[in-house]
């Protein structure tokens, strides 16, 4: 069984198991979502290599919910420190509308990845969602930066167009 196979397998396993460890439905199907996203490209380890599949799918998506619970911790944070300083600044709460167009965005952006060849993906998901630079996809890959930098604008353009496509501003 492949990690893909065990992964679509898994999902809704995986989204009880978050909504139970954190107590949120969005939290888990945006964790499990991600870790899709994550797990989907061709950046990571090959099924034969990881010794528990499972349960390494089930860390990756818990790790992916905690990385998103300390981001929303920071920006509770932050928008404290405004509610305490001498002026305080008012915030602006998108609207329904918005956090609607945001979430359909989100959800395109994931489709259009999964739509992008497999190396071009793959240079994506290392720049992009792991933070490494263009050195380091380059080196991890050993392919030239500036086939690196090719990869990043060819994805970006591909994302570009599927948003004026589906008539989102890019």
Do not use: W
Not at 92 to 119: F, K, M, N, Y
């Amino acid at each position: 069984m492949t990690l893909d196979q065990l992964l679509v397998d898994s999902q809704a396993e995986l989204r009880r198991y978050l909504r139970q460890r954190f107590g949120c439905d969005m939290l888990a199907a945006e964790a499990v979502q991600d870790a899709c996203v994550r797990l989907s490209g061709t950046a990571r380890p090959a099924i034969g290599t990881v010794r528990h599949p499972r349960a390494y799918i089930f860390r990756v998506a818990t790790n992916i919910a905690l990385d998103i619970l300390r981001r929303e911790t920071r920006e509770r944070r932050r928008f404290v420190a405004l509610d305490d300083a001498p002026e305080a600044v008012e915030v602006p709460v998108p609207s329904v509308e918005r956090s609607i167009e945001q979430r359909e965005r989100l959800a395109l952006l994931r489709g259009a990845i999964d739509e992008l060849p497999p190396r071009c993906r793959e240079v994506f998901v290392l720049h992009k969602l792991d933070g490494l630079s263009h050195s380091d996809v380059a080196d991890r890959l050993g392919i030239s930066r500036n086939m690196v930098e090719k990869h990043v604008i060819r994805a970006m353009r591909h994302f570009r167009d599927r948003l004026d496509a589906a008539g989102h501003e890019s």
